[in-house]
């Protein structure tokens, strides 16, 4: 092999420094500036992405009749109860039973466990047992009107007895309860959670049929107590 | 014919010329190289920095679109929650209907299972869900006949309300036939 002599690596000097010069400048500068292009690039996707999006929910928000929104909201929430007190339960139960010539004979409640209503929680049971006594020849009627009204009502057990004509039921309830739930964050609302499926918007149209339990009025807890400043009659 | 380089390929050019040649030729390969790379470095300049330009115009425009289109989505947010809202609540409302057993429903069936008005149901009791035990009375003897075609109409598949039925005890007290029988529903 011939010697590179020293003339010739002089020569090469130059172009040697100002290659790697070059390859520093490419990994150092240009190659960080594709990679940043390309994540831009990236980005860009995205925000065409959340633009479209949103301009879906645009288009579908101006598309839905208000008016029938606000039926349908109205329905829903006739559907569940309006107060999660199992009172509220028992007091629907007998007003169904009032109509059909029942009255309540007796009734119990499991008020569940007592505290600050948690926002935005899921559905709470409400539930209640009651004996109701009238005529024997209306109680499905009586049980109808409560399986299919609103608040929706579901009977978890049914017995009856008879005594000639007179009959007496007992029911155990449960209807549902939903706390408030405050809006969630616009940007994270798609439009999957706005758009009602088929067999939703079925629903819908099913609890517009139903009949609403009315004339049901009880007395909210004001949460103030009244002291009776009395003596302890076991301290006389 | 190659410089200093006769027909016969014998080097005619004294030593030191040879040398100029070689490094004449050698100094134009540097500088072609060189040209070369300077060339390169430059368009790879150029094209990041436009490529990196263009992206971050884009970019930059497809941001204002989307903070456009954002504040109309946030004009009518209002509308957007009742929306959520009310797909919320409608979920709700459906899992609580799911597998829900009605009574009226299912009892009205039971009803339904002697249209003839002289076999009557006294009484019955659900033993689950879709198995019901009926009480009831007959009239006449005729009408017994009519118990049993009703209960083989049944076990025939023959009914659209009920898979099956079975008589558990049949007695004649007076003139009145009681029967006690188990109804499956479908």
Do not use: C, H
């Not at chain 2, 200093?4 to 390929?9: I, P, Q, R, S, T």
């Not at chain 2, 030191?16 to 390169?40: D, E, M, N, P």
């Not at chain 2, 004009?75 to 929306?83: R, Y």
């Amino acid at each position: 092999m011939r010697e590179i002599e020293k003339w010739q690596l002089r020569l090469l000097l130059w172009p040697v420094v100002l290659t790697g010069i070059f390859l520093v400048f490419v990994v150092k500068i240009i190659w960080p500036k594709i990679e940043e292009t390309n994540s831009q690039l990236k980005l860009a996707e995205e925000v065409k992405q959340k633009t479209k999006s949103v301009a879906e929910r645009i288009n579908y928000i101006n598309l839905v009749d208000q008016k029938a929104l606000a039926e349908n909201e109205s329905n829903v929430s006739a559907a569940l109860m309006p107060d999660k007190s199992p009172y509220w339960l028992v007091m629907l139960a007998n007003k169904v039973g009032e109509n059909f010539g029942y009255s309540l004979v007796s009734f119990s409640v499991s008020p569940g466990v007592v505290g600050e209503e948690k926002e935005g929680g899921g559905k709470q049971e409400v539930r209640a047992t009651l004996a109701l006594s009238g005529p024997k020849g209306k109680y499905i009627d009586l049980l109808w009107t409560i399986e299919n009204s609103l608040p929706i009502i579901t009977v978890n057990d049914f017995k009856m007895k008879s005594a000639g004509e007179v009959a007496e039921v007992q029911l155990s309830l449960t209807a549902y309860y939903l706390p408030k739930k405050e809006g969630t964050d616009l940007s994270k609302l798609s439009l999957k959670d706005l758009v009602l499926e088929a067999k939703e918007a079925e629903l819908l149209g099913k609890l517009a049929g139903l009949e609403r339990i009315s004339g049901v009025e009880i007395a909210s807890p004001s949460g103030q107590g009244v002291r009776y400043e009395r003596e302890n009659p076991f301290m006389l | 014919m190659r410089d200093g380089f006769g027909l016969d390929g014998l080097n005619l050019l004294p030593s030191s010329a040879k040398f100029q040649a070689k490094r004449v030729k050698w100094q134009k390969g540097v500088r072609v190289y060189l040209w070369f790379l300077g060339i390169l470095w430059l368009v790879l300049v150029v094209v990041t920095a436009l490529w990196w330009l263009i992206v971050k115009y884009g970019l930059v425009n497809l941001e204002k679109k989307y903070q456009g289109v954002l504040a109309s989505y946030k004009l009518l947010a209002g509308e957007a929650w009742e929306n959520e809202k009310l797909k919320y609540k409608t979920k709700v409302v459906g899992e609580m209907l799911t597998g829900r057993f009605e009574y009226a429903r299912t009892i009205k069936k039971v009803g339904e299972l002697f249209p003839n008005q002289r076999i009557r149901i006294n009484d019955f009791e659900l033993a689950n869900k879709k198995k019901f035990l009926v009480k009831g009375e007959i009239d006449d003897g005729p009408n017994v006949d009519e118990l049993e075609r009703r209960i083989l109409e049944i076990n025939r598949g023959e009914s659209e309300l009920f898979s099956r039925a079975n008589l558990l005890s049949l007695d004649l007290a007076g003139l009145i036939w009681n029967f006690q029988m188990e109804v499956e529903l479908k």
